[in-house]
């Protein structure tokens, strides 16, 4: 007699154990926020479900439901797919080079039949994080701090962000770079190289500003510095979004009543500059309320990888969380003024299907590293680490 195997009281109740060691707080506490950001893309639209919030909140249900099915996914499978994932993540990559479809004079999407400007950059953000975590669990401690096989780490994260800058995506280039960069940091590289990198960066930053940015992004940075020089050009989006963020004061102006949102005066309202959308609404409280979510998130993911047996668990949910308090810094530093505009969503909050898709798959190998906490995944060595 053929039975399916979640029928069978062996896997059954295999399941149930590890449906019972997913941290549900922290589930709770990214559907509060997804929840919250199809409120404010309902509020921003008008207090309509189209053409944001009824999808938002779909994709939500979809993601969370692959979240969970992947939590109950062993270590070993993530260790296993690892690079292939990777692979792929770069050889769409070299597509969208190749054949990538352009919007407002960037190239990062590709139409994939049905999906349409699904962004493959979202995917290297999972590829990294799993192919260094990878990497990081077969070698040893003094190869992780100073060696040769430093160069493999780092032609890892070179090219995916080489790729990201042609397209170009400054702001996601340089969260890819900032994701490896604290993994490396993590997995023990030496405080030397560390100190070299930064020096390096300082002097090559000036030189990259003039040579390697294109003459758009050359502006951004110009306006951040300066942006009311600027008031109706480039220093709109920033002005706005200060406007927005100042009226709100301490309790906002309420659900559905900001005025430059609402008004078509604040850009990418439903995108880029939703933070600034909420606090509008909600105030000083309402935003904070929310960052404080998010450091809760980070806190959660935090205990997470430090309860992992496995090196490889570490340092995947230590990635992941690097990913999700980047774009959580770079989005609020952004939208306040304090960051040039680079086109990084809060994640989660708004709208957004690929970005979607790359944090709950991370929440996802986050979730898997606390319910397998304690498998042990043989190195390329035949070491168990």
Known sequence: MTVSALTRPGERDRLIVKLSQIDWTLCGAITVVAVAGGAMLYSVAGRAWSPWAAEHLIRFGGWFVLMIALACVDLRVWFAIAYPVYAVALVLLLAVAAHGHSSLGAQRWLNLGPIHQFQPSEVMKIGLVLALARFYHSVSAKSARLSWWLLVPAMLIGAPVALVMKQPDLGTALLIAAIGATMMILAGLSWRIIAGGALLLGVAAPLAIKFALKPYQLTR???????????????????????????????????????????????????????????????????????????????????????????????????????????????????????PVVGVPMPLLSWGGTVMMSMMIGFGLVLAVRVHRYSEITSGKGSVL
């Open 221 to 339: 940075l110009l306006t951040f510095l300066n942006p009311a020089a600027d008031r109706s050009g480039a220093g709109y989006h920033i002005m706005q979004s200060e406007i927005a963020l100042g009226s709100g004061g301490l309790l906002g102006k309420g659900f559905g009543l900001g005025s430059q949102s609402q008004l078509n005066f604040l850009p990418e309202k439903q995108t880029d500059f939703m933070f600034a959308s909420l606090a509008e609404e909600f105030g000083f409280v309402g935003a904070m309320a929310i960052l404080l979510l998010y450091a809760a998130m980070i806190f959660m993911c935090l205990r997470i990888a430090s309860i992992a047996h496995s090196h490889f668990g570490r340092l995947s949910a230590a990635g992941v969380t690097a990913t999700l308090a980047f774009c959580v810094l770079m989005n609020a530093a952004m939208v306040t003024g304090l960051a």
